[in-house]
């Protein structure tokens, strides 16, 4: 059959679009060297993770752990491994590898390292503070695991902030929740989670938002005495921060 000369024409047009899209997607495509060996392989994806080429790192990775689960560079291929999916945000997948070297490798000089960037990978999947955070509890663990068995390792002190950083996530969401209890007036639930803010997290800045929390649910249950004192608590304890001075304004007004 003889095609007509409109639609020889839209296929041309055809032709030519997709040659195009073909030849822009090679102009993109990273091309990487032949590999002859499993040593070039790990090489290679350690040259690409140092230039940043995480992608092609981590097929590059895959390939040489599944063809050699017995070498002795397979610890350092899946700490790799595990690395490159942090640098590209696959948390799940960090987790992943880093627990399995944990599991499989526990003597590699990369255990240390795996340890506490495997509470990274648990905070990369930690939900936003409104919704649970299983993984933010999860990260805390982990981070304390990995101080517990590596002490000295040159993580320490990285892994100590991160735990305060995510215990104050976790308190700032009590208070949340305490105040939203508050405005619907349901005191004693508001009073258990500013309570909790006072026995788990004492040392950090959010039990000044506690015992303000605690104070208003005083003076709500008409006992203004007792909210009174609370505030002095807060202005004594901190002192110079913003929260006291929101305490003084309450206690004048109370008092007054």
Same mark, same amino acid.
């Given at each position: 059959?003889?095609?007509?000369?409109?639609?020889?024409?839209?296929?041309?047009?055809?032709?030519?679009?997709?040659?195009?899209?073909?030849?822009?997607?090679?102009? +993109?495509?990273?091309?990487?060297?032949?590999?002859?060996?499993?040593?070039?392989?790990?090489?290679?994806?350690?040259?690409?993770?140092? !230039?940043?080429?995480?992608?092609?790192?981590?097929?590059?990775?895959?390939?040489?752990?599944?063809?050699?689960?017995?070498?002795?560079?397979?610890?350092?291929?899946?700490?790799?491994? /595990?690395?490159?999916?942090?640098?590209?945000?696959?948390?799940?997948?960090?987790?992943?590898?880093?627990?399995?070297?944990?599991?499989?490798?526990?003597?590699?000089?990369?255990?240390?390292?795996?340890?506490?960037?495997?509470?990274?990978?648990?905070? +990369?999947?930690?939900?936003?503070?409104?919704?649970?955070?299983?993984?933010?509890? !999860?990260?805390?663990?982990?981070?304390?695991?990995?101080?517990?068995?590596?002490?000295?390792?040159?993580?320490?002190?990285?892994?100590?902030?991160?735990?305060?950083?995510?215990?104050?996530?976790?308190? +700032?969401?009590?208070?949340?929740?305490?105040?939203?209890?508050? !405005?619907?007036?349901?005191?004693?639930?508001?009073?258990?989670?500013?309570?909790?803010?006072?026995?788990?997290?004492?040392?950090?800045?959010?039990? /000044?938002?506690?015992?303000? +929390?605690?104070?208003?649910?005083?003076?709500?249950?008409?006992?203004?005495?007792?909210?009174?004192?609370?505030?002095?608590?807060?202005?004594?304890?901190?002192?110079?921060?913003?929260?006291?001075?929101?305490?003084?304004?309450?206690?004048?007004?109370?008092?007054?």
């Amino acid at each position: 059959m003889t095609l007509q000369p409109l639609t020889r024409a839209w296929t041309r047009r055809v032709l030519l679009a997709a040659a195009l899209a073909m030849a822009l997607s090679g102009c +993109g495509a990273s091309t990487l060297p032949s590999v002859h060996s499993e040593s070039e392989r790990l090489s290679l994806a350690r040259r690409q993770a140092a !230039k940043g080429d995480y992608t092609d790192a981590i097929e590059l990775l895959k390939t040489f752990i599944d063809n050699n689960a017995g070498s002795v560079e397979v610890d350092h291929a899946v700490y790799l491994l /595990g690395d490159c999916y942090l640098h590209v945000h696959d948390w799940a997948s960090a987790a992943v590898q880093f627990d399995r070297l944990l599991r499989e490798f526990p003597e590699s000089d990369s255990s240390a390292s795996a340890s506490y960037h495997l509470g990274i990978a648990y905070e +990369g999947q930690a939900r936003p503070p409104d919704f649970d955070q299983e993984y933010t509890v !999860k990260a805390i663990e982990q981070y304390r695991h990995y101080l517990q068995n590596y002490p000295g390792h040159w993580s320490n002190a990285l892994a100590e902030h991160d735990i305060q950083t995510a215990r104050m996530k976790l308190a +700032g969401k009590l208070v949340d929740t305490g105040d939203l209890y508050v !405005k619907l007036h349901l005191l004693p639930a508001a009073r258990i989670y500013y309570g909790r803010v006072e026995d788990e997290y004492s040392d950090l800045p959010q039990l /000044g938002d506690a015992w303000m +929390g605690l104070a208003r649910c005083d003076v709500l249950d008409h006992k203004p005495e007792a909210a009174i004192e609370k505030l002095k608590q807060v202005e004594e304890r901190f002192a110079g921060r913003p929260v006291a001075e929101m305490a003084a304004r309450e206690r004048a007004r109370l008092v007054n």
